[in-house]
């Protein structure tokens, strides 16, 4: 529901918004992080990725071909050189399908 300056009201229609089958799933810990981070894939089947990591202002900071092997832990290697803020990590997999995620360094 909106309701603009004067009074008047209005409904938006409603969406369903469902998640894309492509996108694996993936997370990240620790989560705030003060030295490595580690993204486990827990349905990932041996999948190469580009992973890149840009800090909150878009900046690309980091970037590394990774092998996500289903139910394991990946290490991101330069993430303890990272100044403490906020970081988004993009996942995009070769063979189709993308993920991103938020993390804290501290």
């Known amino acids: ?3 603009t300056w004067d009074g008047e009201k209005s409904y938006s229609p409603i969406r369903t918004v469902t998640g894309s089958k492509k ?4 997370s990240i810990y620790p989560n705030p992080t003060s030295d490595f981070l580690y993204i486990y894939s827990d349905n990932v089947e041996d999948k190469e990725a580009k992973v890149r990591v ?9 970037e590394e ?3 996500f092997v289903a139910h394991k832990s990946t ?3 330069d993430t303890q050189k990272l100044s ?4 988004l990590v993009q996942i995009n997999f070769e063979s189709g399908g993308s993920q991103n995620m938020i993390f804290v360094k501290q």
């Open 54 to 62: 840009y800090t909150i202002e878009g900046k690309l900071v980091l």
């Open 23 to 26: 996108n694996p799933g993936l």
């Open 1 to 3: 529901k909106q309701v």
């Open 84 to 87: 403490a803020g906020t970081y």
């Open 65 to 67: 071909q990774k092998m």
């Open 75 to 77: 290490k991101l290697k």
